[in-house]
């Protein structure tokens, strides 16, 4: 079993919508978790990280853990072609380490 | 956050030959990293660059071919050793930054290996 698994996807959604990415974790003693965005030929890009069990909202995109389920989601409403990328999820235990999943890439369609 | 910068950017280096990449940061970090992010595939922890002591490698990766450096608090070198095709990567530097235990990536250095 992967430490952090995403769905390679691609996700395809059309412009406006909301996009769901999700990762799921397999440490329970995981303590913070993030998520990056890479586009092509770039290097990634941190966009939101969450700590806490809960919801974690900046601008239009949400952030929402659930460590009972060891589970973590990306939502971005009004989705924008220029959101087209992918979406890495990382997680780190209290070493400072972060285990990245293999990344899911979004497609946001006009 | 921090400025991150990479040289050089990308290189094309012929087999059995070795490569030194630079990362340097615009403020002292405590915590600094190198990660590898081969061909469509994610990023893959190289190791953790110990400012004065030796670098800490992760499973898969040795000292004699991927030699770490870090003599302060802002920059790092990664040497790249008798290189193969296999090799042939993006090599990116990362640092926490921030507080938090949030990590920036530089902009990596694209290696061709023929």
């Known amino acids: 079993q992967k430490e952090v698994e995403q769905n390679s996807g691609p996700l395809s959604v059309p412009e406006g919508a909301i996009a769901s990415l999700n990762c799921t974790y397999s440490d329970r003693g995981s303590q913070s978790f993030f998520w990056y965005r890479q586009y092509s030929g770039k290097s990634p890009e941190l966009i939101m990280f969450?700590?806490?069990?809960g919801d974690k909202e900046d601008g239009r995109f949400t952030a929402q853990l659930n460590k009972a389920s060891q589970y973590v989601s990306l939502l971005i409403r009004d989705s924008q072609p220029s959101d087209s990328a992918t979406y890495l999820c990382a997680v780190s235990s209290n070493t400072g380490k972060l285990i990245f999943g293999q990344g899911t890439t979004l497609q946001v369609k006009p | 956050s921090a400025v991150i910068s990479q040289k050089p950017s990308r290189d094309i280096c012929q087999r059995g030959t070795s490569l030194t990449i630079q990362c340097q940061v615009d403020?002292?970090?405590?915590?600094m990293f190198w990660y590898r992010q081969q061909p469509g595939q994610s990023l893959t922890l190289i190791a953790t660059a110990n400012q004065g002591s030796e670098a800490t490698y992760e499973s898969g990766f040795v000292i004699d071919k991927f030699p770490i450096s870090r003599p302060n608090l802002t920059f790092s070198t990664l040497t790249v050793s008798n290189m193969s095709p296999e090799d042939s990567s993006i090599y990116l530097c990362?640092?926490?930054?921030?507080?938090?235990?949030?990590?920036?990536f530089g902009p990596g250095t694209r290696l061709l290996v023929l």
């Open positions: 969450i700590y806490s069990n």
């Open positions: 990362s640092v926490v930054a921030g507080g938090l235990e949030t990590q920036y």
């Open positions: 403020s002292q970090v405590t915590m």
